[in-house]
């Protein structure tokens, strides 16, 4: 992630916590106020938002949060096609987690805001750690995303808005077969299938994004899958000294009007690169 380098922003944020409770470890509520402008003077951010946790004494933990941004300018996401007013709107969000120090542990998390345009989305994702042994490690997690009104730029000042469904499932295993030598296997899916639904196009004197009717005859709809496994071996030889074996296999593929299954076969069965590598790293010298 690179911050920009031709904003200046300020931020004040002021927190409260308290530890006296009999039924929780602590609770803290904090607020903050976030204003940016970009070196031609444009607003890109005003927000005001409040942070709210629990932790229990079972070490279970509770987090909510929400903000509210006024009107505020996008000078980014038109690619260099002018700026644009993106309109009011609100995000909150909650987190669920249990003991992480456990053998089992659970993260659930709820997102809900407000798209630029109008419209909504939502997101839920479910995290799962589990350690039946103290070498081995199984991790699972599956997130869904929908908006009704995704707002995409296509081309020029051309913008076009989409009802989506986005699916991002994860799993890992790793197993220590000693202190040195580690196995892993991770594999990582994205798919979303986006549906246009409006056309916008931005208008220069009001930095509007103003509705329009189709622009041409070819559907903007999109289909979109990419997909990574990995499976790597570690071996420590010394200090600073390791060797890896590692397999890796990438799929993408960008078919409309597939289902999410036929997304994923299409992503594993073409995949774009598949790479074997070995690599030794080691140390001279004390």
Known sequence: ?????????????????????????????????????????????????????????????????????????????????????KKQFNKSSF????????????????????????GERYALKNSINWRPLERLAVGISAQYDHSNAWVIWQKERQFTSFESNEWRPDFTVSYFVSAKQQIKLSAQWVGIQAEEKRFYELEPSSKRLVERQRFDAISDDFAISSLAIQLRYQWEIAPLSELFFVYTLNGYQSLPNLQFDELLKSAYQNPSNEDLVLKLRYRFGT
């Open 1 to 85: 992630f690179l911050r920009r380098n031709n904003v200046t922003d300020l931020e004040f944020e002021t927190e409260y916590r308290r530890y006296d409770f009999d039924w929780a470890r602590k609770l803290y509520l904090s607020g903050f106020v976030k204003y940016e402008f970009n070196g031609q003077g444009e607003k890109t951010n005003k927000e005001i938002g409040s942070r709210t946790g629990i932790d229990f004494h079972n070490r279970h933990e509770i987090r909510w949060d929400f903000s509210y941004s006024p009107e505020l300018i996008d000078d980014r996401d038109s690619r260099g096609n002018g700026s644009f007013i």
């Open 95 to 118: 987190e669920y987690r249990t003991d992480s120090s456990k053998p089992f542990y659970n993260r659930i998390l709820v997102n809900y805001f407000k798209e630029s345009q109008g």
